[in-house]
């Protein structure tokens, strides 16, 4: 009797494959992007807190028309896009599944509710209507699909930054449209983050994370050795995020709120 031959194994899925054709991360460059990540968050932190002193009007900046804070925010938003886009592709590249990506965007939607919540108690007449995490959350489940095609979420990131800039309609200042972009002017809300032009960096932020990759993250090298806090932070930032300005304004409430 003949032996039987033996069974070829089943083809790995498509993610699967794509994945393994692309170049390993190992984990010194998940701490480039974590120092990233907490570097933007100690920014981040540095804005908030003068924002506050603000708040309880300890300073008289002008966020809203200064080019200097304008310009720091506008960093800061930019440097976390990116990273949201970077974290798409290492995501895939290390073969997660699409229940983790949902319950990832899931987490972060309900953040962002949560935002909205706590600011409409501090601020209820400029209360967060669609902030960075609302549009972290939309603008992942928009990019997801140009994961695995740089070439074309360079495209796509690049005219929605251009569309934004170029084109603006009073139908778009309404609360109902404002969170699409394309406002005249910005609306009363305390964090504004529109889908036109933000969510185009997290495009971007997939080109860029398949630039890095290719480049094997030799850029990043420096950022591995960054102090073990900063990479913490990194690390957790959404829950920093949430906690932050809870915790900022109770203590300044302490100092000089009183």
Same mark, same amino acid.
């Given at each position: 009797?003949?032996?039987?031959?033996?069974?070829?194994?089943?083809?790995?899925?498509?993610?699967?494959?794509?994945?393994?054709?692309?170049?390993?991360?190992?984990?010194?460059?998940?701490?480039?992007?974590?120092?990233?990540?907490?570097?933007?968050?100690?920014?981040?932190?540095?804005?908030?807190?003068?924002?506050?002193?603000?708040?309880?009007?300890?300073?008289?900046?002008?966020?809203?028309?200064?080019?200097?804070?304008?310009?720091?925010?506008?960093?800061?938003?930019?440097?976390?896009?990116?990273?949201?886009?970077?974290?798409?592709?290492?995501?895939?590249?290390?073969?997660?599944?699409?229940?983790?990506?949902?319950?990832?965007?899931?987490?972060?939607?309900?953040?962002?509710?949560?935002?909205?919540?706590?600011?409409?108690?501090?601020?209820?007449?400029?209360?967060?209507?669609?902030?960075?995490?609302?549009?972290?959350?939309?603008?992942?489940?928009?990019?997801?699909?140009?994961?695995?095609?740089?070439? *074309?979420?360079? !495209?796509? /990131?690049?005219?929605?930054?251009? =569309?934004? &800039? +170029?084109?603006?309609? %009073? @139908?778009?200042?309404?609360?109902?449209?404002?969170?699409?972009?394309?406002?005249?002017?910005?609306?009363?809300?305390?964090?504004?983050?529109?889908?036109?032009?933000?969510?185009?960096?997290?495009? *971007?932020?997939? !080109?860029? /994370?398949?630039?890095?990759?290719? =480049?094997? &993250? +030799?850029?990043?090298? %420096? @950022?591995?050795?960054?102090?073990?806090?900063?990479?913490?932070?990194?690390?957790?930032?959404?829950?920093?995020?949430?906690?932050?300005?809870?915790?900022?304004?109770?203590?300044?409430?302490?100092?000089?709120?009183?």
């Amino acid at each position: 009797m003949s032996r039987a031959r033996p069974r070829a194994p089943a083809p790995a899925p498509a993610r699967q494959r794509a994945a393994a054709e692309m170049p390993a991360v190992s984990s010194a460059r998940i701490r480039g992007i974590d120092a990233l990540r907490g570097s933007a968050l100690c920014l981040m932190f540095v804005y908030h807190f003068a924002f506050d002193l603000r708040f309880y009007r300890v300073i008289a900046a002008d966020f809203e028309h200064d080019p200097f804070w304008l310009g720091f925010r506008a960093l800061i938003v930019t440097s976390f896009l990116l990273l949201v886009g970077v974290s798409l592709v290492l995501a895939e590249r290390r073969g997660a599944s699409m229940s983790h990506f949902w319950k990832r965007v899931g987490v972060i939607a309900a953040c962002a509710l949560a935002a909205s919540v706590g600011s409409w108690i501090v601020f209820p007449r400029t209360f967060i209507t669609f902030g960075i995490l609302h549009c972290i959350a939309v603008a992942s489940v928009l990019a997801r699909p140009c994961v695995r095609r740089p070439a *074309l979420a360079l !495209a796509i /990131g690049v005219a929605m930054i251009a =569309t934004a &800039f +170029a084109f603006s309609n %009073p @139908l778009f200042d309404s609360r109902a449209w404002s969170w699409v972009g394309f406002t005249t002017h910005k609306p009363p809300t305390e964090d504004y983050v529109p889908l036109f032009p933000w969510a185009g960096i997290v495009f *971007l932020g997939i !080109a860029l /994370g398949h630039g890095l990759l290719r =480049t094997s &993250f +030799a850029p990043l090298a %420096p @950022l591995a050795h960054a102090p073990r806090w900063v990479t913490f932070l990194g690390r957790h930032s959404l829950l920093v995020y949430i906690v932050h300005q809870p915790i900022l304004l109770a203590v300044l409430w302490l100092f000089v709120g009183r």
